[in-house]
């Protein structure tokens, strides 16, 4: 029987965004049927590939490179979605890694639960969005996209509280701060199907840093770590630059992540730069 591990390697493998998605869609819904069944498919282990597979196009550029997003045409916000179906690709990447990378770490079923479920939404949230852009005339890859979006792994390849810290509680945390100012956008655009979608993806988001922020507490637990004072130590370590605010304080605090996480490392006058 293929093992969780080697389901993932498969999904991390695949080029295309659509096929990659299907076949992550597929894997989640066989994990849980055979959890549900009462028959669990192993774990195992598996060589996870530094990077994951990704098409011939979008081209990738240096961030700085990536042109300017005004959301004011429909250019604009095709330009903004094409951004976002890149940001959930890499999520569905982030996702599957995590499952197939720490496989040593002692962890529980209900880890892998977490993050199949999770990588199976960003499988929707990319189908999503690439159905919006290809409603509006365009499609992911017709513009260029941002290269640095993989950094995150690579920095936390050996470290899994590093990889929770950066990843779905900087990261993805991130992206409820920004998220309801995007559907304020296309819903004054009229744009009802991107509005649909983004407030799928706003309110599933929630879900994956809460499992963030469950696992690396557990992970704290289990080492006899303060969890805030982990979290300021990993994010100082791997993520380059300030937390910006605005932060959503209410969603965050939904997620399991308390202020004191995050304010401490934000900086009012830190260099505006995109972080996520
Ligand atoms: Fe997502
Ligand atoms: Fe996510």
Redesign the pocket.
């Given at each position: 029987m293929t093992s969780l591990a080697e389901m993932a390697v498969e999904v991390l493998n695949t080029a295309d965004g659509r096929a990659k998605t299907a076949l992550g869609r597929a894997h989640a819904a066989a994990w849980f049927a055979a959890r549900q069944a009462g028959t669990p498919i192993p774990v195992g282990r598996a060589e996870p590939p530094l990077r994951p597979a990704r098409p011939d196009r979008p081209e990738l550029l240096p961030p700085r490179e990536v042109p300017r997003r005004r959301p004011g045409s429909p250019q604009g916000r095709i330009a903004l979605l094409h951004a976002l179906a890149h940001i959930e690709l890499n999520?569905v990447d982030l996702?599957w890694d995590i499952v197939a990378r720490f496989t040593e770490a002692g962890m529980p079923a209900g880890f892998f639960d977490d993050w199949v479920k999770?990588a199976d939404?960003?499988a929707k949230h990319f189908n999503l969005i690439c159905d919006c852009l290809e409603a509006m005339g365009s499609h992911y890859g017709a513009l260029p996209a941002h290269a640095g979006m993989w950094r995150a792994a690579e920095d936390t390849v050996d470290d899994l509280s590093g990889r929770l810290a950066v990843v779905?509680m900087v990261l993805?945390a991130r992206?409820l701060d920004v998220t309801p100012g995007m559907i304020e956008i296309f819903r004054k655009a009229g744009e009802t199907e991107a509005v649909a979608a983004l407030e799928v993806i706003y309110a599933?988001?929630v879900g994956?840093v809460a499992y963030g922020s469950k696992w690396f507490n557990w992970l704290c637990g289990r080492s006899g770590t303060d969890p805030k004072d982990e979290f300021h130590r990993l994010v100082r370590t791997y993520f380059h630059g300030a937390l910006k605010p605005p932060f959503n304080e209410e969603k965050r605090a939904e997620a399991g992540l308390p202020p004191d996480f995050y304010w401490p490392l934000a900086e009012a006058d830190a260099p505006q730069e995109e972080q996520a």
């Open positions: 999520a996702h999770a939404e960003e779905p993805e992206g599933e988001e994956h």
